[in-house]
């Protein structure tokens, strides 16, 4: 068979181009350490690669999530620690203030002490960690509570329902008591209130017809059909203190956050079940316990001089301390499970990093071989090609 020079020609670029590639992509795998460059060098692996990678990225993200989670939880734990300490504290003050032994005068400066505590708790369900609120559920870019107005009964004249508006602003609480017999909406019915604890008051009259009236710059209003009945100077009758209350501003529901491919969990707290205070919905107060409504009443009771008020207060301040520990140990129970989903999120995600690796990082020590290698075919490919193309008849003549 004849082999012509072009033949030759030919065949020498040919072999020259495949030993040249196999050196260009050895030297590709040996800069970048990986087996697998393209698709085209393994489909199947790639798919894998991908497939695994794409994992990883989410378990990077649950594992984000984790951390975020108990950053938040870890700080209002510790703010309800901090809590639970004033708690204490106002405990021990209410106790003093129920055993009679303390003047009226005394009992006021109680109280103005008793607020202390009171703004110091107020602060804490209004913590923040950056522009997020531990305790307004999931509307956490707002505060959990602001400042509104309540109610103190000091004997069974009214419900709470029958309270369906407070608006407006007092400086200092408000005794406010009915002088005549009436029906809400009906009658038109007298009434006084005083801002310096009844040493002079204010008369009104609620206008026939009329189921709301002022009290300074605040306005009450009653249900229609509530039925009342003239005070006296012995605490019966129709009567109440106007003053200040924690209204919870938040969302009913704790802002849930995905930790795993089928968990969630709550990074936040929905602070009415753990301070109480008033529902800004209804305008009622949340059910017993309630920190919040049960502070606020015992200032009243301390300010008035009501010893048998401040001793229920102090009954019911040991439950709502009792919400706030387990409230607290409710956190460090959500702390405990998260950790633990975050260290076996880590360790799933070192595996997965681990499959990634061998699948397309290559073998250092095969590669440097399999280089040196090429490196030998290729050399001795274009040293033979130079010598059988620089030959022809005129050596043999």
């Known amino acids: 068979m004849r082999i012509s020079t072009a033949q030759i020609f030919s065949m020498s670029l040919n072999q020259m181009n495949s030993a040249l590639n196999d050196v260009t992509e050895l030297t590709i795998m040996n800069a970048s350490q990986k087996r697998i460059n393209a698709p085209s060098d393994d489909p199947s692996g790639m798919g894998r690669v991908v497939e695994l990678s794409g994992y990883e990225k989410s378990l990077?993200?649950?594992?984000?999530?984790?951390?975020?989670?108990?950053?938040?939880?870890?700080?209002?734990?510790?703010?309800?620690?901090?809590?639970?300490e004033t708690i204490t504290a106002a405990l021990e003050l209410a106790e003093q203030a129920s055993t009679e032994t303390y003047t009226e005068e005394e009992l006021q400066m109680m109280a103005l002490e008793m607020e202390g505590y009171l703004d110091a708790l107020y602060a804490i369900a209004n913590t923040q960690l950056g522009s997020d609120s531990l305790f307004a559920g999931d509307d956490i870019g707002d505060d959990a509570y602001a400042m509104g107005l309540g109610v103190t009964q000091t004997n069974d004249s009214f419900s709470s329902s029958d309270f369906t508006s407070l608006e407006g602003e007092i400086e200092d609480t408000v005794a406010v008591r009915f002088t005549s017999d009436g029906v809400i909406g009906t009658d038109a019915i007298g009434y006084e209130y005083s801002t310096d604890n009844g040493e002079t008051w204010t008369t009104a009259t609620l206008a026939a017809g009329d189921t709301a009236f002022a009290v300074g710059d605040a306005t009450v209003e009653l249900a229609t059909g509530t039925m009342i009945t003239a005070a006296d100077d012995d605490g019966n009758g129709s009567q109440f203190y106007l003053r200040e209350a924690c209204v919870y501003t938040g969302s009913s529901r704790a802002m849930s956050v995905a930790v795993s491919e089928s968990t969630s969990e709550d990074m936040n707290t929905v602070g009415s079940t753990i301070f109480g205070g008033v529902d800004e919905s209804t305008g009622q107060p949340y059910d017993s316990p309630n920190l919040f409504e049960t502070l606020a009443d015992c200032i009243v009771y301390m300010q008035t001089g009501n010893y048998d008020g401040v001793a229920q207060c102090l009954e019911d301040l040991g439950d709502c301390h009792e919400t706030v520990e387990t409230g607290a140990a409710n956190l460090g129970a959500r702390e405990n499970k998260i950790t633990y989903t975050q260290t076996s999120l880590s360790l799933v995600k070192e595996l997965t990093a681990n499959s990634i690796s061998s699948e397309e990082d290559a073998d250092a020590t095969q590669l440097v071989v399999e280089l040196e290698q090429a490196n030998y075919v290729y050399e001795a490919v274009l040293s033979t090609s130079s010598s059988i193309m620089s030959m022809s008849l005129l050596d043999y003549i």
């Open 60 to 84: 990077s993200g649950y594992i984000d999530n984790c951390s975020t989670v108990l950053e938040q939880l870890s700080t209002a734990d510790q703010v309800l620690s901090t809590a639970s």
